[in-house]
């Protein structure tokens, strides 16, 4: 061989390495690909043109399964993990996915599990229904855990089920929502609960607020026994639960789970206000029944907020809820029980919870045995508290509720249900809507007397003064309330106040629960300065104490606040000070409610001085959405003199 004709050689056969080197490299990155054979990809042709001819990707079903919504001239999934799609477009291209899809049903059966077929069992009975799919034509895959998984639930009916909230705990104050799905066992509590909720461990108030209106957090779907959510809920966080069981049918239910069962271990980005708890189960419920619509109303109104007791009303207003029931709270039986017992039977609870007394030693007492009945029935569910709230270990929760059981069995003819005690409280999808519009006239009087009107929104959520029935007694929730006036004699317009957060927790105090009220408050407030001028300030007010209820006249409270405006037109730019509140909050009717009132703050750090306020607001109900309200004050600061009355309507939407 010529010298030439060697490097030709040589460069041909390093080509020819290159190129077989280079192929082997491409097969194993490929990994275990499933290569399909010539009539699956004809069957498989033939499945995209038909889905393509029947525009299967814009099917609301499609979009339910997918979770896809409207996002500028296209769709966007609020599903935020990529492992849920099976096309890299498919967060935004309803039509890959569904072709990705539909290609991801032919691979290997060796997956098992992790089989397309298996892990997104309720695409895959859709499209067998849409296509009319011949599964003699598709890899053969038994979906064993899926199997097994379905065994275990024993589906036949639902039920969305809402704990109410709980008025002395910022994360519990606007209520939950899950879903129960009952099976053929007797008990509802050995059924399992679908839950959503933000995977969070951030015990700092402000950073768990922030993260979660910012989408920080990731939220999951979860499914867990539903006796362990009674637990958390009504026994441990004070919370009453209404079951709204839900007309679903069988084969209803039975697509439901499938659903759920697709989106286990996928996370979608949680936002407090918006794609919260309550609003990601309304797809659960949709796939169900993808006839109701229940999701786009949300999205479509100009809101900012998905309020738990909204999704119930949107859920009622379908058609899809035949009965509700109540199931209360150990503290709210407790209340209940302790509310029909004189001061002397309370007293002698209290006496047997601390072992002063023994509950053989009150069966010898002299005094009537439906008085000892209701004596020990309260201390078998106060037991129970406090065991459930871990205040007891079970060693002696044990013994003393066993001695407690064994004296109430030798009291014949007294049994009662302790859940019959409880009065029926209002449901809380008959409450008043949590947005708020009020139009208002009054009179200001300051350096000089003034005319005004007054308009107020309120995107969320309850007042204290708003109607109370389907919301916590004497708990208040209010976001971003703004108030601007309107002054006719000079034809000025002044923004009055901007409340970012608006928070206060009367929660009455007695023998048995010792809670703490407080309040929080933060905003743009308009304040009287040393020159009688007025200005906006920044303010953070805060504070802590005790309310007690006054039987039918409502409740009385007292707390220690602490307030600090900022502010330029201070010398000092800051003031701040501490203080008494007081007052008396009192349904005198149905119809008419009151708040009285009054306030010391002594600023003694930045710019000193010292303010006396009393306000009493009435509010009258003239229907659950509507309802007129008078409000009176009288505040001395820097030693000026201010005067505020008006009157005004409110309309809830």
Not at 69 to 81: A, E, F, H
Not at 234 to 247: A, K, M, T, V
Request: glycine fraction near 6%; charged fraction near 20%; hydrophobic fraction near 40%.
């Amino acid at each position: 061989m010529t010298p030439a004709c060697f490097r030709v050689y040589r460069a041909y056969r390093s080509v020819y390495l290159f190129f077989v080197l280079s192929s082997f490299l491409v097969l194993l990155s490929a990994g275990p690909a499933h290569a399909l054979d010539r009539e699956s990809e004809a069957y498989l042709r033939t499945l995209v043109v038909a889905a393509q001819q029947k525009n299967l990707y814009a099917d609301r079903y499609w979009n339910i399964l997918l979770h896809y919504k409207p996002s500028g001239s296209g769709m966007t999934s609020l599903v935020d993990d990529p492992k849920f799609f099976l096309s890299p477009e498919g967060k935004t291209n309803p039509q890959a996915e569904l072709k990705a899809t539909l290609a991801a049903f032919f691979q290997d059966p060796a997956l098992g599990d992790d089989h397309p077929q298996c892990r997104f069992v309720a695409r895959y009975a859709w499209l067998k229904k849409q296509l009319h799919i011949d599964e003699s034509k598709l890899p053969s895959v038994t979906c064993a855990k899926y199997r097994e998984a379905l065994g275990n639930i024993r589906m036949q009916s639902a039920v969305l089920v809402f704990p109410a909230a709980y008025g002395n705990g910022p994360a519990s104050m606007f209520g939950h929502t899950l879903i129960r799905i009952d099976s053929t066992l007797k008990s509802d509590l050995l059924s399992y609960a679908v839950n959503y909720a933000a995977h969070a461990e951030d015990s700092n108030g402000f950073i768990y607020t922030f993260k979660g209106l910012f989408g920080f957090y990731k939220g999951y779907y979860s499914i867990l026994p539903y006796y362990e959510k009674v637990k958390e809920y009504n026994n441990i966080e004070h919370r009453d639960i209404w079951e709204y069981h839900l007309n679903l049918s069988e084969p209803e239910v039975r697509r439901m789970v499938m659903h759920i069962w697709e989106l286990k271990d996928t996370y979608s980005d949680y936002y407090f206000f918006t794609e919260n708890c309550s609003y990601n189960l309304l797809f659960l419920l949709e796939a169900a029944r993808p006839t109701v619509n229940l999701t786009d109303p949300f999205r479509e109104r100009i809101r900012f907020w998905v309020i738990p007791s909204d999704t119930i009303r949107a859920v009622v207003a379908s058609g899809m809820v035949d009965g509700v029931k109540y199931r209360p709270s150990l503290a709210t039986r407790v209340e209940s029980l302790a509310a029909g017992m004189s001061a002397d039977d309370q007293k002698l609870t209290v006496k047997i919870m601390r072992r002063d007394i023994a509950p053989v030693q009150l069966t010898g007492m002299k005094i009537p045995a439906e008085e000892k009945a209701k004596v020990l029935d309260l201390t078998a569910e106060l037991l129970q508290y406090r065991y459930s709230n871990r205040e007891l270990p079970k060693e002696e929760y044990l013994k003393q509720f066993m001695s407690v059981l064994n004296s109430r069995s030798t009291i014949t003819g007294q049994s009662v249900d302790v859940a019959d005690t409880v009065s029926l409280p209002g449901r809380p999808d008959l409450g008043h809507r949590p947005g708020k519009v009020a139009m208002s006239a009054g009179w200001h009087s300051s350096r000089r007397s003034a005319w005004f009107s007054e308009l107020e929104w309120r995107p969320a959520y309850h007042d204290l003064m708003d109607p109370g029935e389907g919301y916590v007694d004497g708990a208040q929730v209010n976001f971003l309330d703004i108030r601007g006036r309107y002054y006719p004699d000079d034809g000025t317009l002044k923004l009055q106040s901007w409340r970012l957060l608006d928070i206060i927790s009367l929660a009455p105090r007695d023998r048995f629960f010792l809670p703490v009220s407080w309040k929080v408050a933060a905003g743009f407030d308009r304040l009287v300065m040393k020159n009688g001028s007025e200005h906006l300030a920044f303010r953070v007010n805060s504070g802590g104490g005790a309310a007690y209820k006054m039987g039918t006249f409502g409740m009385a409270y007292l707390m220690l606040e602490s307030d600090i405006q900022l502010s330029n037109a201070y010398y000092e730019n800051f003031s701040f000070g501490l203080g008494p509140s007081a007052g008396v909050y009192a349904d005198l009717t149905r119809l008419w409610r009151v708040n009285l009132s009054g306030q010391a703050i002594f600023y003694r750090l930045g710019e000193k001085h010292q303010t006396l306020k009393g306000t009493l607001r009435q509010s009258f109900m003239v229907n659950v959405n509507n309802t007129m309200e008078l409000t009176a004050s009288r505040e001395e600061t820097f030693h000026h003199d201010l005067t505020d009355i008006m009157l005004g309507w409110n309309f809830y939407f």
